[in-house]
């Protein structure tokens, strides 16, 4: 916990975040550099230690982008499928790009604690009580309070209390692996290999190269439940033995779970405290990238409290939204056939679409096309469910 002066126990902030993970670094970063917030205090509480560094993000781009400089790799073609051996594609004008989230952070944790309108707090947000005046929160340490506060934890236990809305998971274990010799081409991304076991999942592995003895390799599950660390290892082992490659040392590890879901955390905001980040639903519900998303979340939430709009602008339930919530409730009962409906969609359907649709920019026509890539029975099924369910 950080020693903080008796003034800040007793001032009230005009802004706090809770978090410097990607949505509250990005946030922060934001609202500094406009003039809109020239004069406002920004504290900033953040869990101590450097679990903050532990990932790698990847998103994909076909055009420069204000994170540039922080891209440490880019991939031009990409493959998704069930085949044994890949045959990857260009994706060009995209590429699929990694920032790590230690360079992330080196970025934007020196240049925000250097502002003298912050005050960055090392310790554990407890409970947030709001009252008509402010929100006061309690940390593991002092309290204090913010006027508007901007939180980023995020908890299953959130999700699970609706029964309208499936929740899965994301859920990987991924090694950073150096090979004694050659094994990998660092222009291909395997996005989604599907060759693996599906055992009754939707299972695959997940292959980011980085030089020709480099690559992350992730093992990887759109279902319910986590699997035990060592099932995850086990999978990747084998995947590589049976790739020869058996002579290698792990350099890094990652894991994580991403929650999968419709359910709209963004609507549970009140005036003073609104969520962010994962907390706030903004991972994409059928693939959980995130990353790309939160960028533009968060420019959205910041034009929203400079035009002074409501929130509503940030997130809504849109028509993508309704296509994930197609697919969720495919994959909720039947786990199985993610496989097949990546597949087909890839052996089907132009990459740069399937991107393009992914990041939520095609138009209808082109959503039709997409739509007719699969079997449409499933589809059907789980519209016509799901009109009895409700939306
Ligand atoms: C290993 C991994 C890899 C991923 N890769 C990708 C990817 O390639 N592409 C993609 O689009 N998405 C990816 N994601 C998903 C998503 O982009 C990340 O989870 C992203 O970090 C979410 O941002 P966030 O701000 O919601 O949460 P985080 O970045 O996790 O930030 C939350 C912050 O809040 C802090 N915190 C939590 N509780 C408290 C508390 N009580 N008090 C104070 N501080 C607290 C945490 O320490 C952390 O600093 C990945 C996720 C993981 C776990």
């Not at 922060?28 to 917030?37: G, R, V, W």
């Not at 990987?172 to 291909?188: E, I, R, Y």
């Not at 939707?202 to 030089?211: E, G, I, S």
Request: aromatic share 14%; charged share 20%; proline share 5%.
């Amino acid at each position: 916990m950080t020693e903080i002066g008796p003034i800040f126990i007793f001032m009230i902030f005009d802004y706090a975040i809770i978090g410097a993970g990607a949505s509250g670094s990005l946030l922060a970063s934001s609202l500094l550099s406009h003039e809109h917030f020239s004069g406002c205090s920004l504290l900033i509480i953040d869990r101590p230690g450097e679990a903050y560094k532990d990932r790698t993000w990847c998103f994909w781009s076909d055009k420069p982008h204000p994170l540039d400089h922080l891209v440490s790799h880019r991939w031009s073609m990409i493959y998704a499928g069930d085949a044994q051996h890949p045959t990857y594609q260009s994706i060009a004008p995209y590429t699929y790009q990694l920032i790590k989230g230690a360079d992330f952070h080196h970025h934007f944790r020196p240049l925000i604690k250097a502002d003298n309108r912050v005050h960055w707090v090392d310790g554990e947000a407890l409970m947030l009580t709001e009252d008509e005046q402010h929100v006061t929160i309690k940390t593991d340490g002092d309290s204090f309070s913010a006027y508007r506060v901007f939180d980023s934890r995020f908890d299953y236990e959130q999700l699970m209390q609706s029964k309208r809305y499936p929740v899965l998971q994301q859920h990987f274990v991924g090694l950073f692996v150096k090979t004694k010799v050659p094994s990998f081409n660092p222009d291909q991304a395997l996005f989604m290999d599907f060759s693996v076991h599906q055992k009754g999942n939707t299972r695959f592995m997940y292959v980011l190269p980085t030089a020709a003895d480099q690559a992350l390799v992730e093992y990887t599950l759109f279902s319910h439940e986590r699997l035990s660390r060592q099932a995850y290892l086990n999978e990747i082992e084998s995947y590589l033995a049976n790739r020869g490659i058996t002579d290698y040392e792990v350099t890094q590890t990652e894991e994580g779970s991403i929650p999968m879901s419709c359910y709209p955390l963004w609507q549970k905001h009140s005036s003073r405290i609104i969520p962010i980040g994962l907390g706030a639903g903004w991972a994409k519900p059928s693939t959980g990238f995130t990353f790309d998303r939160t960028v533009v979340r968060v420019q959205r939430l910041v034009r929203a409290l400079i035009k002074g709009h409501s929130l509503d602008s940030v997130q809504q339930k849109d028509r993508f939204w309704f296509y994930d919530l197609l697919l969720l409730d495919i994959l909720d009962q039947q786990n199985h056939l993610g496989a097949s409906i990546f597949t087909r969609l890839f052996q089907r359907r132009k990459p740069q679409l399937i991107l393009k649709f992914l990041g939520e920019k095609t138009h209808f026509l082109q959503e039709l096309s997409i739509m007719a890539a699969n079997k449409p029975w499933p589809f059907l099924k789980a519209f016509f469910v799901r009109l009895f369910k409700g939306f």
